[in-house]
């Protein structure tokens, strides 16, 4: 059943606000008695305001910025408990509500970002990537029994490390050190410079 909606003015909190109610819709409408309950098992101890029924509910229909942790946790809840997601999705999707949210945010305090401030987010973003793309292949490396996959992983994630850190940084060297212990046999990762 489709939750209310508050009535904003176009722009960031309505971006946001859209963004919620269409995970919401993508996640099957799950009711609010549902997802508050649902919240309360996984958190027994925090954001009790959040996660009552009157809570979730404010999240979708009231017009104000929603706590961000809070969101983040809704956001995983709907996209786990009622949509199989895989943990790099619910990953995506919790940075993509962020960037929605600091915008609403910005957007709220009537300053714009400033260029600093911009260049520092789209780092912040680029070092998030990378750091999934290392994740994900440390999962493979302890899941799957299929060698290209563990082998393909740790080179995309070798190559964004790279590209972003230089070969020489610590952090790829690490990299390296352990795509080497999964898969030295069958893949030799490329030491190739920074662009």
């Known amino acids: 059943m489709p939750l209310k909606k508050p009535e904003l003015p176009a722009g960031p909190m ?33 954001y009790a305001t959040h996660r009552s029924k009157s ?5 979708f229909s009231r017009p104000d910025l929603p706590n961000g942790e809070a969101l983040m946790d809704l956001v995983a809840l709907l996209m786990t408990r009622f949509t199989d997601a895989s943990e790099m999705a619910v990953k995506k999707q919790q940075e993509r509500f962020r960037e929605l949210r600091e915008a609403a945010a910005r957007h709220r305090d009537g300053r714009p970002a400033s260029d600093l401030v911009t260049e520092l987010q789209e780092m912040a973003t680029r070092y998030t990537k990378v750091a999934e793309g290392v994740q994900y292949a440390e999962l493979l490396a302890a899941s799957s029994y299929v060698p290209e996959r563990r082998r393909s992983a740790f080179e995309f994630a070798t190559e964004r490390a790279t590209a ?26 490329s030491r190739t410079s920074a662009p």
């Open 14 to 46: 309505t971006d946001l606000n859209n963004a919620l109610h269409a995970l919401h819709r993508k996640a099957g409408e799950p009711s609010l008695p549902r997802m508050s309950a649902l919240w309360c098992e996984g958190h027994p101890d925090i």
């Open 55 to 59: 809570g979730v509910a404010a999240m």
């Open 164 to 189: 972003l850190l230089g070969a020489e940084h610590s952090v790829v060297q690490r990299l390296l050190e352990r795509a080497y212990q999964v898969s030295a046999t069958d893949w030799e990762p």
